[in-house]
């Protein structure tokens, strides 16, 4: 297959057993009108992980393990909970170890749709989505290394009341200076301290709802980040909204957000319903 495909590769069933199938009883959809279930998400899961060296000096940073589940596992279960079974990984960074894994999993769900897409040079974190043209209506996007429990249906449901192009979960992250910070005029006379102050800020969770018209603002082969495609679709007058969330939310960038990550998991693990 060549790089830059998408592809979907063919169910083979496992030693000892085979695909283990889940019952709808088993699975407990959360209650509500069920308004992401059957639609497409892509997970981008093609980064170096270079925040988080050494643990991606040679692995995938979407495969490193909370307690015995990559995390990246962990999120498609979540998917999967929610009726989103047809899944799309865009992968770039020793891309074939996770592909090796998956091919080892395939008794996540026996209606699992699992694509990949394989670029040879990295396109940003939005130049990727030129490969999914042929997506129609709404889908979903996330990054491939956090970890939520967000509900997926409250976040489309509210996305499409709003009518928007593009809908970014957000969450209020503090932040905290552990100084004492300085205000001063022109003439360098002091005019405000203030002793390590704390803000609050609305950040992405990396997590997206697109409508599929975003797509043309994505050149195939060109590089374009998130926040660029962002700008030009405020520039083109398509509305852009924030979904504020208190839910459980981490993005594993950073050695500390890791070892955070991993305390999170095993203290509130059935807060990510499993499947």
């Known amino acids: 297959m060549p790089h830059g495909a998408l592809s979907s590769p063919k169910p083979r069933r496992l030693p000892g057993g085979g695909i283990h199938p889940v ?23 093609g980064g170096k992980g270079v925040r988080l060296h050494p643990y991606t000096a040679n692995f995938p940073k979407p ?27 865009t992968l770039g960074h020793l891309a074939e170890l996770i592909q ?18 394989v670029e040879d040079e990295p396109t940003g974190t939005a130049g990727a989505l030129a490969m999914v043209r042929q997506f ?51 003439d360098h006379r002091i005019t405000g301290y203030h002793e390590k102050p704390e803000k609050t800020y609305h950040v992405s969770m990396g997590i997206y709802v697109y ?40 993005d594993i960038g950073r050695p500390d957000d890791y070892t955070r990550a991993q305390e999170m998991f095993v203290e509130k693990r059935e807060r990510f319903e499993y499947v």
């Not at 407990?28 to 981008?44: D, E, M, N, Q, Y």
Request: glycine share 6%; hydrophobic share 45%.
């Open 23 to 45: 019952s709808a009883k088993r699975l407990k959809l959360p209650p509500g009108h069920g308004a992401a279930a059957g639609l497409r998400a892509v997970i981008l899961a």
């Open 63 to 89: 495969l490193v393990p909370l307690a015995d589940t990559p995390v990246l596992e962990v999120l498609m279960r979540r998917l999967i909970r929610f009726g989103i079974t047809d899944i799309t990984l």
């Open 211 to 250: 409508e599929s018209k975003v797509l043309r603002f994505i050149k195939q082969g060109e590089y374009l980040d998130f926040p660029d495609l962002v700008i030009k679709l405020i520039a083109a007058g398509e509305k852009v909204c924030a979904f504020p969330s208190n839910c459980l939310w981490l």
């Open 136 to 186: 129609k209506g709404t889908f979903l996007v996330m990054n491939g290394d956090l970890l939520t429990d967000l509900d997926f249906h409250e976040l489309v449901a509210f996305h499409c009341r709003q009518g928007a192009a593009l809908t970014i979960a957000t969450h209020k992250r503090e932040i905290k200076i552990d100084l004492g910070v300085l205000e001063f005029d022109g």
């Open 100 to 117: 090796a894994y998956f091919h080892h999993r395939k008794k996540l769900d026996p209606q699992l749709k699992l694509r990949y897409i």
